[in-house]
């Protein structure tokens, strides 16, 4: 069976001994904002708001565990990969499995708590890591090269988030950039994205919405 494969603003989760051993959220349908309803007492039932649907923010949860020879080791390990959570803005996770990418902007919503036990020779620790996804309505691209183009109009704000590096911008939104020389770019553009028209790009939309 192919490993999927998870990573934190480009840190993979292996390479650090951290493995995950089940996930929640990561593909579930978003839960919609609650409706505006309208209760008239002269009429049966109860009037709602039917227009499109907004929703909350997408919640992940990753139960896993993290080894090393010794608890001083396993500790490091974990920290080296979680403390990406305490830089400023959100961190990018990607999640990769039979060819197909899932991109998510994230944040750390609660402590984790690290559970040691031995197992063996070596030092193991479970926990269970919960992130929010905060604006989680969103096209998703791939880029292969260096230079980004790419062009849209939008009358409303959206967050185009280029290799975890995020600017919020509406109206007639025009990029060319050159990129760092890693092989495969990721783009984001978040948010009301049902409003965004004329898009032209050089990269490869994966993820429609």
């Known amino acids: 069976m192919e490993m ?4 934190l603003n480009g840190k993979y989760f292996q390479d650090c001994k951290v493995y995950i051993s089940s996930s929640e959220g990561l593909l579930d349908k978003l839960k919609p904002k609650k409706r505006k309803q309208y209760d008239w007492a002269e009429y049966h039932g109860t009037a709602i708001d039917l227009s499109p649907a907004r929703y909350e923010e997408r919640e992940i949860k990753l139960n896993g565990w993290v080894e090393g020879n010794d608890w001083v080791e396993m500790k490091r390990n ?4 979680f403390s990406e959570f305490d830089k400023e803005g959100t961190v990018r ?3 990769e499995f039979s060819g197909q990418v899932l991109v998510y902007d994230v944040y750390l919503e609660d402590k984790t708590e690290l559970k ?9 620790g479970t926990f269970s890591l919960k992130i929010k996804e905060p604006n989680p309505v969103k096209k998703v691209l791939k880029l292969r090269g260096e230079n980004l183009q790419l062009s849209f109009n939008t009358p409303t704000w959206v967050e185009i988030n280029i290799d975890g590096r995020n600017r919020i911008q509406k109206g ?6 050159n990129l760092s020389d890693r092989i495969t770019h990721y783009i984001t553009i978040a948010g009301n994205i049902e409003n965004i028209t004329n898009l032209q790009t050089n990269a490869e939309i994966i993820w429609e919405k």
């Open 4 to 7: 999927v494969k998870y990573s």
């Open 78 to 81: 974990f920290d080296t990969l």
């Open 93 to 95: 996770l990607l999640v």
């Open 116 to 124: 040691k036990q031995f197992k063996g020779n070596d030092m193991v």
């Open 172 to 177: 007639q939104i025009s990029i060319n950039e």
